[in-house]
């Protein structure tokens, strides 16, 4: 396999010429008897109301081509797939420090779990469940004190060469309302003297982060500087080192679905990270970045059109890692 190098729009894959825009047509015909499976998340009213029909998929090339499919210019609230612009700036900040504070094992555990924290006195197994989410926007508060929100939010314009990225603050009041869970996360962590700051305002910079609304355009066209070594191949802006680089996709493809994350690695088998929105963003190294939105989710909170629409992509190309 190997992408066709005076034009993004095609591959060659097993002698076949393939144009990406077919393959993702085929994707969407492919996955339409899957409509109705799944549920949309209903935790917060903001969410429930995202129509579970609309679907989007989105392939962003390291020169900048961009493919894409459906709702693909429309914004939905990327959830946990903040975690990773977070992870970025903390890493870029703290370096391995970082590693004391939250590990790098995959947790095997549903991302909102108690269990785990407490034998593993407060030092969550990865920044991509909720308690590490939460320590990495601690670390990030210390670091920024009130302005920690506006540099992540700057952090995630930077990296998609696009201002007009926001917060949508009903999600984000919505979440603040029913935070008990995060809540509790955050105060064990904090009792374990593994949070420095003051838990509601850590939560309220983890929740805004996570009501960031973006479409799968934007999400692709972001996710570049993972897909290049740390740098964005089209701006060369440098965000981070090839080593951090390397890590975090490493972390994407063992902790980035939660308990689902070994299943994703196995079907994909591309670094990834889900949102309970219906998003999904997965990195091709050296080549492309690819989202995908749809909002009904499986057991595990990740998008089940979404999970079923990247398989196809990596069965049909043979863009896997693997
Ligand atoms: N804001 C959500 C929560 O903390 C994020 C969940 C997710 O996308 O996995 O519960």
């Known amino acids: 396999m190997a992408l066709y190098k005076e034009n993004y729009s095609k591959i060659i894959t097993q002698g076949e010429l393939l144009e990406i825009q077919t393959v993702l047509q085929e994707i969407q015909h492919e996955i339409s008897p899957l409509f109705g499976q799944g549920k949309v998340a209903d935790y917060i009213p903001a969410l429930a109301s995202a129509n579970p029909q609309d679907f989007a998929m989105s392939v962003t090339c390291n020169d900048g ?120 996360l955050a105060s064990l962590m904090k009792s374990f003297d593994n949070l420095d700051n003051d838990v509601t305002e850590v939560l309220e910079t983890y929740f805004s982060q996570c009501s960031v609304t973006m479409s799968t355009d934007e999400l692709s066209r972001s996710m570049l500087y993972l897909a290049n070594n740390g740098t964005d191949p089209i701006t060369k802006k440098t965000f981070i080192t090839p080593a951090q680089a390397k890590r975090i996709n490493a972390l994407m493809l063992t902790c980035g679905h939660y308990d689902a994350s070994g299943d994703f690695a196995f079907r994909v088998g591309l670094p990834g990270k889900s949102g309970v929105g219906g998003g999904i963003v997965a990195v091709v190294p050296g080549k492309m970045s690819i989202a995908v939105y749809s909002p009904a989710l499986n057991e595990q909170g990740n998008s089940l059109l979404g999970t079923k629409a990247l398989e196809l992509f990596t069965t049909k190309t043979g863009l896997s890692i693997f």
Do not use: W
């Open 65 to 184: 081509t961009c493919h894409s499919i459906g709702v693909h210019t429309q914004k939905f609230s990327i959830q946990s797939i903040s975690k990773v612009y977070g992870y970025t700036l903390a890493l870029k900040h703290y370096k391995s420090a970082l590693y004391k504070r939250v590990g790098r094992e995959p947790s095997g555990d549903p991302f909102n779990s108690l269990v785990q924290l407490e034998y593993e006195a407060g030092i969550p197994r990865n920044p991509f469940i909720n308690a590490g989410a939460i320590v990495v926007a601690d670390s990030l508060v210390s670091h920024y004190k009130a302005k920690a929100l506006s540099h992540i939010l700057s952090f995630i314009q930077e990296s998609a060469d696009n201002d007009n990225i926001f917060v949508d603050r009903t999600v984000a009041d919505s979440e603040m309302e029913h935070r008990f869970r995060n809540m509790a």
